[in-house]
């Protein structure tokens, strides 16, 4: 039997390659959104703070594969951009779900994020 198992993704707008923790499936999309943010910190420090994230956006895709932050180096949006994704897979049921990293900031505008990212999943 298979249930929903939701998995974070960053993209890295210069290296044109994606993050993410391998077989790291969580089963709530607000586990998905935290492991997310903890990716950003890491690509933040990458980057020296350097990407200018866009809170604004919409946040756009489908259920299976959706974008729900974009950023850009030095607010450039001519440049590639960064982004976090929340994916969606139908799992087997007794595989062993990951624990979320926890981001050691979570600003306001990231609990918003969070907050659109569960009202459109439920």
């Known amino acids: 039997m298979t249930v929903i198992g939701y998995q974070a993704q ?3 707008g210069i290296r044109k390659k994606g993050i993410k923790r391998m077989n790291s ?17 890491k690509l933040d420090t990458r980057y020296k703070n350097k990407i200018k994230w866009d809170y604004n956006k919409k ?4 259920l ?17 951009a960064f982004y976090l994704q929340i994916t969606t897979s139908e799992i087997q049921r007794n595989l062993i ?3 979320p ?12 994020v969070m907050t ?4 459109i999943f439920v």
């Open 116 to 119: 659109k990212v569960a009202k």
């Open 10 to 12: 960053v993209a890295d």
């Open 97 to 99: 779900l990951a624990s």
């Open 59 to 62: 946040i756009t895709g489908t």
């Open 101 to 112: 990293s926890k981001p050691k900031k979570f600003t306001a505008n990231d609990k918003k």
């Open 25 to 41: 499936f969580f089963k709530t999309p607000e586990e998905a959104v935290e492991e997310a943010f903890s990716l950003k910190e």
């Open 64 to 80: 299976e594969k959706m974008k729900i932050l974009k950023g850009y180096l030095d607010g450039d949006e001519d440049s590639s």
